[in-house]
């Protein structure tokens, strides 16, 4: 109830303070959705006799069709307007959700990871470009991230907070009609969203802003390096951490609101660093830190594990804030959304492997490994980053 509070008092302050209501509202929807299914999805799939090695290769899927899905919205959404891809992922949201509801073996849940990974990049190639259309000033284009991001992280939270108690009052069949039916209301504000003047499609220049030799040293820097980011999350991303703590003894109901906790304190942490440090500092920092937080998950007892899921939810805020400060620093404004999506690539193509290895690492070596393999690679992003944001363009 007090996190309800605590969003709706964000959301009303937000609403009053910038002309982004109906964009936040589409935010939140996805977020919502986004946290009821990261818990509900997996359980979906051990209730229905899918093994984590069929998990791992069917949610390595999503990064694939994301890549393409993200690189095509943002090279659109550059010319025809944010608005037309909004679209797209309210009525992708319903799709999957509908896939999932109707899945009985492997390939039903296969279709609905597709149609989850267009809903996805339809809105994460479009939600920070449209903020970044609406404010003018460097730091205030970092500011609106920042707050976005922590925006996201509460609606996040509250969707896997309510999941447990939807799971056991609704079961899963319900609480997916449930979300179709609130997916839906993304299509009113779809509809209200104030874009930007637009221009006619240009196919050379598109050719010529996803070629990658006419960029920078940091920008082709960062490919290689948000690859490393990729990999990182592939080992801890998806049914992963839900899985985990169902193994490790935590009982349904308490999953979604363990994590949800976590994502709710990485909001908080956005927030409060949003302001705080230098990007390259938060990116340093933070990352070493989440770093150590990922690698505790694999030592951590079961009497201190909740306490570990939230110490790596507030953690990740501070890299997740310095994060956010790179799209600023090396993205045209003149192409945020092409420039963006190259740029997520490398994230990508990093999840799509470790994300199809992780079923079999877990099966294999279990969990701990898998903590101190993605451990040692979110450190090596953040290291890297830290130098190429310091490095000559």
Same mark, same amino acid.
């Given at each position: 109830?007090?996190?309800?509070?605590?969003?709706?008092?964000?959301?009303?302050?937000?609403?009053?303070?910038?002309?982004?209501?109906?964009?936040?509202?589409?935010?939140?929807?996805?977020?919502?959705?986004?946290?009821?299914?990261?818990?509900? =999805?997996?359980? %979906?799939?051990?209730? +229905? !006799?899918? &093994?984590?090695?069929?998990?791992? @290769?069917?949610?390595? $899927?999503?990064? *694939?069709?994301?890549?393409?899905?993200?690189?095509?919205?943002?090279?659109?959404?550059?010319?025809?307007?944010?608005?037309?891809?909004?679209?797209?992922?309210?009525?992708?949201?319903?799709?999957?959700?509908?896939?999932?509801?109707?899945?009985?073996?492997?390939?039903?849940?296969?279709?609905?990871?597709?149609?989850?990974?267009?809903?996805?990049?339809?809105?994460?190639?479009?939600?920070?470009?449209?903020?970044?259309?609406?404010?003018?000033?460097?730091?205030?284009? =970092?500011?609106? %991230?920042?707050?976005? +991001? !922590?925006? &996201?992280?509460?609606?996040?939270? @509250?969707?896997?907070? $309510?999941?447990? *108690?939807?799971?056991?009052?609704?079961?899963?069949?319900?609480?997916?009609?449930?979300?179709?039916?609130?997916?839906?209301?993304?299509?009113?504000?779809?509809?209200?969203?104030?874009?930007?003047?637009?221009?006619?499609?240009?196919?050379?220049?598109?050719?010529?802003?996803?070629?990658?030799?006419?960029?920078?040293?940091?920008?082709?820097?960062?490919?290689?390096?948000?690859?490393?980011?990729?990999?990182?999350?592939?080992?801890?991303?998806?049914?992963?951490?839900?899985?985990?703590?169902?193994?490790?003894?935590?009982?349904?109901?308490?999953?979604?609101?363990? @994590?949800?906790?976590?994502?709710?304190?990485?909001?908080?942490?956005?927030?409060?660093?949003?302001?705080?440090?230098?990007?390259?500092?938060?990116?340093?920092?933070?990352?070493?830190?989440?770093?150590?937080?990922?690698?505790?998950?694999?030592?951590?007892?079961?009497?201190?594990?909740?306490?570990?899921?939230?110490?790596?939810?507030?953690?990740?805020?501070?890299?997740?804030?310095?994060?956010?400060?790179?799209?600023?620093?090396?993205?045209?404004?003149?192409?945020?959304?092409?420039?963006?999506?190259?740029?997520?690539?490398?994230?990508?193509?990093?999840?799509?492997?470790?994300?199809?290895?992780?079923?079999?690492?877990?099966?294999?070596?279990?969990?701990?490994?898998?903590?101190?393999?993605?451990?040692?690679?979110?450190?090596?992003?953040?290291?890297?980053?830290?130098?190429?944001?310091?490095?000559?363009?």
């Amino acid at each position: 109830m007090n996190t309800a509070i605590l969003a709706g008092v964000f959301l009303a302050y937000e609403y009053r303070r910038t002309g982004f209501k109906n964009a936040y509202a589409i935010q939140g929807i996805n977020a919502f959705i986004f946290g009821v299914t990261f818990i509900v =999805v997996p359980l %979906l799939m051990v209730e +229905r !006799g899918i &093994n984590v090695e069929e998990m791992g @290769l069917i949610f390595a $899927a999503l990064p *694939f069709v994301a890549q393409f899905a993200r690189l095509l919205f943002g090279c659109v959404s550059d010319y025809t307007g944010r608005r037309l891809i909004f679209l797209v992922n309210a009525l992708a949201n319903t799709a999957f959700l509908a896939a999932y509801y109707l899945a009985t073996g492997a390939l039903g849940f296969l279709t609905g990871k597709l149609f989850e990974g267009v809903k996805d990049m339809a809105i994460w190639s479009v939600n920070r470009p449209y903020f970044m259309d609406h404010t003018d000033d460097e730091r205030d284009r =970092v500011r609106a %991230l920042t707050k976005f +991001r !922590g925006f &996201n992280s509460v609606f996040e939270a @509250l969707g896997m907070m $309510a999941s447990g *108690f939807l799971i056991a009052t609704l079961a899963f069949d319900n609480t997916l009609l449930l979300l179709i039916v609130v997916s839906l209301f993304a299509l009113p504000n779809v509809a209200m969203l104030v874009d930007r003047a637009r221009r006619k499609i240009n196919f050379d220049s598109i050719k010529q802003s996803l070629d990658i030799s006419r960029k920078g040293r940091k920008f082709k820097n960062f490919l290689v390096i948000f690859f490393l980011l990729g990999l990182s999350w592939g080992f801890i991303a998806g049914y992963i951490l839900p899985l985990f703590l169902a193994t490790a003894g935590v009982p349904v109901q308490y999953i979604g609101l363990l @994590l949800g906790i976590r994502v709710l304190f990485n909001g908080v942490s956005i927030w409060v660093f949003s302001s705080m440090w230098s990007g390259k500092r938060k990116v340093l920092i933070g990352g070493l830190l989440f770093s150590i937080a990922i690698a505790s998950l694999g030592l951590v007892g079961y009497a201190v594990l909740p306490l570990a899921v939230v110490l790596v939810g507030m953690i990740a805020g501070i890299a997740d804030a310095g994060y956010e400060t790179v799209f600023v620093l090396v993205c045209d404004r003149k192409s945020l959304g092409r420039d963006m999506s190259v740029l997520m690539i490398g994230v990508n193509v990093g999840m799509a492997i470790t994300q199809a290895l992780s079923g079999f690492v877990i099966a294999a070596l279990g969990f701990p490994t898998m903590f101190f393999a993605a451990a040692m690679l979110f450190a090596l992003f953040s290291v890297a980053s830290y130098h190429n944001m310091n490095g000559k363009d």
